[in-house]
């Protein structure tokens, strides 16, 4: 199983930007589909991004496309989610996922497990 570790949250103003960092180990992440979520306090965690095994697809929930953009570096074995124009409600935990199967990342409904989640980072925007 790949073990994965967020890194790059962090406390920034409304209209800033982050990038997230996922670094694997364990396994290599050729071979997994990647995605990252969020969850706010008092909210369920939600889809916010995934890319393709080969890196040719990417998804993202209506709330962030056009500001976030995700990335994989199969030999660094890192994904990261670069995110510009942040808002207020962008706050949240972020967490990384790995599984074998894009589509349980990117219609995922916490009714099933995915193969791997990180730890999570925390991300505040002010206003």
């Known amino acids: 199983q790949v073990q994965l570790v967020e890194s790059g949250g962090g406390l920034v103003q409304a209209g800033g930007s982050l990038r997230l960092s996922c670094a694997a180990s364990?396994?290599?992440?050729?071979?997994?589909?990647m995605g990252w979520f969020r969850q706010a306090p008092g909210k369920e965690r939600s889809f916010v991004a995934a890319i393709s095994w080969s890196g040719n697809s990417e998804y993202y929930t209506d709330s962030v496309k056009g500001r976030f953009t995700i990335s994989r570096d199969d030999a660094k074995n890192t994904v990261y989610l670069q995110m510009d124009s942040l808002k207020p409600e962008d706050t949240a935990v972020y967490y990384c996922?790995?599984?074998?199967?894009?589509?349980?990342?990117?219609?995922?409904?916490?009714?099933?497990?995915?193969?791997?989640w990180g730890q999570g980072t925390q991300v505040t925007v002010s206003s």
């Open positions: 996922a790995a599984d074998s199967r894009l589509s349980r990342i990117t219609k995922y409904t916490g009714t099933y497990p995915l193969d791997s």
């Open positions: 364990g396994r290599t992440l050729s071979s997994y589909a």
